[in-house]
C-alpha cells in the first residue's frame, strides 16, 4: 500500500513562518492534498497541488512539490494562534486518499 | 450549501452491542467514503462507494463492519458486536465522483465512538 510520512510535532513563534514536511511513495499519486483538524472538529480541505506542479501559492499557504524526491511541504507564511491545529498530507490515486499520520502545530506567543 | 453532516457526533456503547453510524453526503456527490482516525493517528480508509457501482470495501478490518448507500444519498456505517479497539472517530467524505481529475474529499465532523 502507500505510505505517506509526516513529522509528528512543530512549534512555531507567533508571526514566523511554518514548515510542515511530509514524503510519500506512491509514484503514480495525481493530487496531494493538505488538510486541518482543529481539536474536535473534522477535516478541513486547506489546498492541494497537481502531481505536474511544483508549487501552489494561495494567500499565506506555499504548497512546494519535488516530485522526482517525492516530498511535499507547506509553508504558512507570518503564523498565527489560530493555526494551531494538526495538518495532514494525503497522496490521491485513483479514488483513494492515504494520510499521514498528521502534525501537531503548536503556535505560541 | 451544506456540507457533509454525520450523525451521531458522540456514541458511547458497551462491549458486544451493535452501532450504527450516519453520513449526509453533499447534495449531488456521488461518491463516498468512510475512514476512521484512532486516538493520535491518520485517517484510515474503510469503504468507497461510488453511484450503483459495487463498493470498495476492501479497507473493512473485519467481517463485523458492513456498510450501505442508498443510491447517492444517506449512507449507514454498522459496526456489529463492538470491541474496545473500535473506539474511534470515524469520518465520512464525500466528493463530486469525477475519477479521471482529483476528485477533492469533503469531510463530515465525524462521530466518536466509545466503547466501554
Known amino acids: ?87 495532514f498530507c494525503a497522496d490521491f490515486n485513483d479514488y483513494k486518499l492515504s494520510f499521514g499520520a498528521g502534525t501537531t502545530v503548536t503556535v505560541r506567543a | 450549501g451544506a456540507g457533509v453532516s454525520q450523525s451521531p457526533s458522540n456514541k458511547v456503547t458497551e462491549k458486544g452491542k451493535d452501532v450504527e453510524l450516519r453520513c449526509d453526503p453533499i447534495s449531488g456527490h456521488t461518491a463516498l467514503y468512510w475512514y476512521r482516525q484512532r486516538l493520535g493517528q491518520g485517517l484510515e480508509f474503510l469503504i468507497y462507494f461510488q453511484g450503483n457501482s459495487a463498493p470498495d470495501k476492501s479497507g473493512l478490518p473485519s467481517d463485523r463492519f458492513s456498510a450501505e448507500r442508498t443510491g447517492e444519498s444517506v449512507s449507514t456505517l454498522t459496526i456489529q458486536r463492538t470491541q474496545q479497539e473500535d473506539s474511534a472517530v470515524y469520518l465520512c467524505a464525500s466528493s463530486p465522483g469525477r475519477q479521471r481529475v482529483g476528485d477533492t474529499q469533503y469531510f463530515g465532523p465525524g462521530t466518536r465512538l466509545t466503547v466501554l
Open chain 1, 1 to 87: 500500500g502507500e505510505d505517506v510520512e509526516q513529522s509528528l510535532f512543530l512549534s512555531v513563534r507567533e508571526g514566523d513562518s511554518s514548515v510542515i514536511n511530509c514524503t510519500y511513495t506512491d509514484s503514480s499519486s495525481t493530487y496531494l492534498y493538505w488538510y486541518k483538524q482543529e481539536p474536535g472538529a473534522g477535516l478541513q480541505l486547506l489546498t492541494y497541488i497537481f502531481s505536474n506542479m511544483d508549487m501552489k501559492q494561495d494567500q499565506r499557504l506555499t504548497v512546494l512539490l519535488n516530485k522526482k524526491d517525492k516530498h511535499l511541504s507547506l509553508r504558512i507564511a507570518d503564523t498565527q494562534t489560530g493555526d494551531s491545529a494538526i495538518y
